[in-house]
């Protein structure tokens, strides 16, 4: 089936730093999602992306859809302890078709 | 405004037993989907409701049934438990069928098969 890369697929970071993490396909989508998931809950959604080369921010966080429209990027600017959790992209190739997720990224945030 | 609720939250079943896996959204969404989201391998879809009155197969449909109860529910039955099932289970609601719309997820049953 079709498949997302995401990376890393773990991190352990100090509180303050900046966090990267990317989602990349051999295959183009139309739509690139991010979503956060605490422990214990489903996923919620952070960040929506429909169009290539879009740059999106949500407060800490900045998303980028790239402009091949194969892959999508993550940022998160000065962590916090809350910020602790699983990351998840997803992307929809057309107009139709159901959301593919990438495997996740776990964050861990030392104080 | 609830969102989407799943019940239960937990559950231990022995192998061969059957249970059913209840999704109520209160956001008039007209699409509905079953996750299940095991270790290391992100959320795999089983089956979907793009509308109220159809139901289809998603990545890993074998060994479950789901039936679109309304508009607000969606079911998900295991009739006969296997240790392969244990897993987290998610149900999620979107607006139309991923139309480039977010799906909105429930909290998640955990079960576990014995």
């Known amino acids: 089936g079709q498949q997302l890369n995401q990376s890393p697929q773990s991190m352990f970071i100090q509180e303050g730093e900046d966090v990267s993490m990317n989602c990349t396909s051999s295959?183009?989508?139309?739509?690139w999602l991010w979503y956060k998931q605490d422990p214990g809950e489903g996923p919620v959604l952070l960040i929506a992306l429909y169009k290539a080369g879009e740059l999106t921010s949500n407060g800490r966080l900045t998303a980028q859809f790239g402009i091949t429209r194969k892959d999508s990027f993550l940022n998160i600017s000065a962590s916090i302890p809350s910020d602790v959790g699983i990351y998840f992209c997803?992307?929809?190739?057309?107009?139709?078709?159901?959301?593919?997720f990438g495997k996740g990224t776990k964050l861990s945030v030392k104080p | 405004n609830a969102g989407v609720t799943q019940t239960p939250k937990f559950q231990v079943l022995k192998t061969g037993q059957s249970m059913t896996l209840q999704c109520a959204q209160d956001m008039n969404h007209n699409s509905m989907y079953w996750y299940r989201q095991d270790p290391g391998m992100g959320l795999r879809l089983i089956y979907y409701s793009a509308s109220e009155g159809t139901t289809d197969k998603g990545e890993v449909p074998n060994g479950y049934n789901v039936s679109r109860l309304n508009k607000r529910e969606f079911s998900l039955r295991l009739e006969s438990a296997a240790p392969s099932q244990t897993s987290v289970y998610f149900c999620?609601?979107?607006?139309?069928?991923?139309?480039?719309?977010?799906?909105?997820f429930g909290q998640g049953t955990r079960l576990t098969v014995v």
């Open positions: 997803a992307g929809l190739r057309g107009s139709q078709g159901n959301l593919i």
């Open positions: 999620a609601s979107s607006e139309v069928w991923q139309l480039n719309t977010e799906a909105f």
């Open positions: 295959s183009i989508f139309n739509t």
